[in-house]
């Protein structure tokens, strides 16, 4: 049997002012993206059949929990291997956008009879694009938002 250390494949995280600020700030960047895509350029919000207030509040909760699990694949230990921020940021939103377009697939040609190759890989690119954003203020706040190092600091 392997040991834990070896299995477990996420660093130890700090919860620091870095780590929330990229957090809420990658959140709301994706968020605009999503609302700008879907709301003003392909007016999908027409559709929806329930009030938009709840819309509005439930996507704004669905994009916290992407912009953590963003983060989170960003800080995996195998991630951590690469040196470059932008690259591992480039390869979070990969990671996290193939997922999510995987996801809202399967459950969208469950609900809708109408879906086009077209469509599928406009989605398929705009859910990378998307986590793109989110991942570049990950990044930003990696690069310039100060957290000392607690591990070399002397008491």
Request: proline share 2%; aromatic share 20%; hydrophobic share 55%.
């Amino acid at each position: 049997m392997l040991p834990l250390q070896s299995v477990v494949l996420i660093t130890q995280m700090r919860y620091t002012l870095r780590f929330y600020l990229s957090w809420i700030i990658g959140a709301i960047a994706m968020y605009v993206a999503f609302y700008v895509w879907h709301g003003l350029i392909l007016n999908d919000f027409k559709q929806i059949q329930f009030p938009i207030f709840w819309f509005v509040i439930l996507s704004a909760f669905a994009y916290l929990v992407i912009s953590y699990v963003l983060y989170r694949v960003f800080e995996t230990k195998i991630l951590s291997y690469f040196d470059s921020n932008v690259f591992r940021g480039f390869l979070s939103a990969l990671i996290v956008g193939v997922s999510l377009f995987a996801i809202m697939t399967v459950l969208h040609i469950s609900f809708t009879k109408n879906v086009t190759s077209t469509y599928l890989m406009t989605d398929f690119f705009w859910q990378i694009i998307e986590q793109s954003i989110g991942a570049l203020f990950i990044v930003l706040g990696k690069q310039f938002i100060f957290e000392p190092d607690l591990e070399h600091e002397e008491i």
